[in-house]
């Protein structure tokens, strides 16, 4: 699976931003698509999962109720919207996918991983 992550850059604090990661190279359906970030001098972290068995997309507490993850089969893409973003929010974002049935959670289980898109919100 090639991953290709898009749409980060500079926002205030409340403002949205929504990233799009493509996927491509085997069946889309099959993968765990997850969104995790990785602030400075951090470890990276994780921030939303949605599973491809059709269970409920899962989120950090730290963004539940601001960011929402979604797919769209058709187009093997899955999105990132973040609204009321915070300063604590920046960092760069990667998208990642998993075949495998471990841990949604476990950033080690996750085998394909997109290049990072930036972002970043000033207070």
């Known amino acids: 699976v090639q991953l290709q992550a898009s749409g980060g850059g500079l926002v205030q604090t409340g403002g949205s931003l929504r990233l799009s990661c493509a996927a491509s190279g085997r069946t889309f359906r099959a993968v765990d698509m997850g969104w995790f970030r990785q602030a400075p001098g951090k470890e990276r972290e994780f921030v939303a999962v949605?599973?491809?068995?059709?269970?409920?997309?899962r989120y950090a507490n730290s963004v539940m109720g601001r960011f929402t993850i979604s797919r769209d089969s058709a187009k093997d893409t899955v999105y990132l919207q973040m609204n009321n973003l915070k300063p604590e929010d920046t960092a760069v974002y990667y998208c990642?996918?998993?075949?495998?049935?471990?841990?949604?959670?476990?950033?080690?289980?996750?085998?394909?991983w997109g290049r990072g898109t930036l972002v970043t919100v000033s207070s």
């Open positions: 949605m599973p491809w068995r059709g269970d409920r997309p």
């Open positions: 990642a996918a998993k075949t495998n049935s471990a841990d949604i959670y476990s950033i080690r289980d996750y085998e394909y």
